[in-house]
């Protein structure tokens, strides 16, 4: 049986960081763990687990992009030449993770460099790399799986988070054309959206850092603090990875996992 590849945005920090840290403690994974700062692993990766660091700046992803598929076509040829499945991978999943919060403002008092990167990073980037993917493993017969990481804020608007919003709105709505393409191939990708609920990561600090004028819903995310209701990186990144592995992963699209249904 060949490696599982995984390819994961935003793996140096936060929830990226913990799934990247889950995988490599299991033989028969592969990771390519994309961002611009090193993966700092307190445990070396299992035997039989692999770790390869691309550094790269997700907001310009092009030439990431033309990097991975050149990468996945190259492994493709072995496949394929072998004619032995054992040579290559046993299934392949692009995670895009990363993304960033421009600092909290409304809109109209929002920097033009920030909100282009929060957008680049957030919803280019993925568009780019899930293209690549799949053009890279348009060959392969093993299974594929597309996971976007999205928010509850893809799907209900908030006030000063009309980039954050607008990036996993379109995160969304992308992964559902997306799988309506893909239903159309024999061996198409499973494409699934996931908000992965509410964690205690450095994006949180952000946002209930805001000064209240610039951001009428921070007592929300104070609040949450406070009352010690945000998931650690490391239990979200085990619920999004255990979606991952689902049988069904695909049905529906759009999930959350704090729903059993999705
Ligand atoms: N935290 C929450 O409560 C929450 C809630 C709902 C959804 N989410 C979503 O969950 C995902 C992970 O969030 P998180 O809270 O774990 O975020 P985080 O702690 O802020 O980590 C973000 C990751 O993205 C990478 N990144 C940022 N800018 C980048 C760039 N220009 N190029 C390459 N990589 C870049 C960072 O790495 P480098 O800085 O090393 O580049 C880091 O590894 C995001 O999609 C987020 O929207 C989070």
């Known amino acids: 049986m060949g490696q599982h590849l995984y390819i994961l945005t935003g793996a140096s920090k936060g929830m990226g960081r913990a799934m990247a840290v889950q995988l490599l403690q299991q033989p ?23 770790l390869l660091e691309w550094s790269h700046d997700l907001a310009h992803a092009q030439p990431l992009a033309q990097r991975l598929q050149q990468w996945l076509l190259a492994q493709a040829v072995n496949a394929v030449e072998g004619d032995d499945m054992a040579a290559s991978f046993a299934s392949v999943s692009l995670i895009n993770n990363a993304a960033t919060i421009p600092p909290v403002a409304p809109l ?21 790399l899930t293209s ?24 209900r608007p908030m006030a000063s ?3 954050y919003c607008a990036v996993k709105a379109g995160l969304d709505n992308f992964s559902q054309s997306l799988a309506l393409e893909e239903a159309l191939k024999p061996h198409g990708a499973k494409v699934c959206s996931l908000a992965p609920g509410v964690i205690d990561t450095a994006m949180q600090l952000q946002l209930r ?5 610039n951001f ?3 007592g929300r995310f104070v609040g949450l603090h406070s009352q010690g209701l945000l998931t650690s990186a490391e239990d979200a990144a085990a619920q999004v990875l255990a ?5 069904n992963f695909g049905r529906p699209v759009l999930a959350d996992v704090r729903s059993a249904i999705g």
Do not use: Y
């Not at 109209?108 to 780019?128: C, F, K, N, Y």
């Not at 690549?132 to 799907?155: D, E, H, M, T, Y």
């Not at 850092?209 to 004028?213: G, K, V």
């Not at 979606?243 to 049988?247: C, K, M, P």
């Open 216 to 218: 009428p819903d921070v």
């Open 209 to 213: 850092s805001t000064a209240p004028e």
């Open 132 to 155: 690549a993917f799949l053009q890279g493993v348009a060959a392969w017969r093993c299974p594929k799986k597309v996971l976007n990481i999205s928010s509850g804020l893809g799907r």
């Open 108 to 128: 109209s008092a929002t920097d033009p460099h920030a909100l282009v990167q929060a957008l680049r990073i957030g919803l280019e980037a993925p568009m780019l």
């Open 161 to 163: 988070q009309a980039t």
């Open 28 to 50: 028969g994974n592969t990771v390519i763990a994309i961002a611009r700062s090193p993966l700092a692993l307190d445990t070396a990766p299992v035997p039989g687990a692999q």
């Open 243 to 247: 979606w991952l592995g689902r049988e």
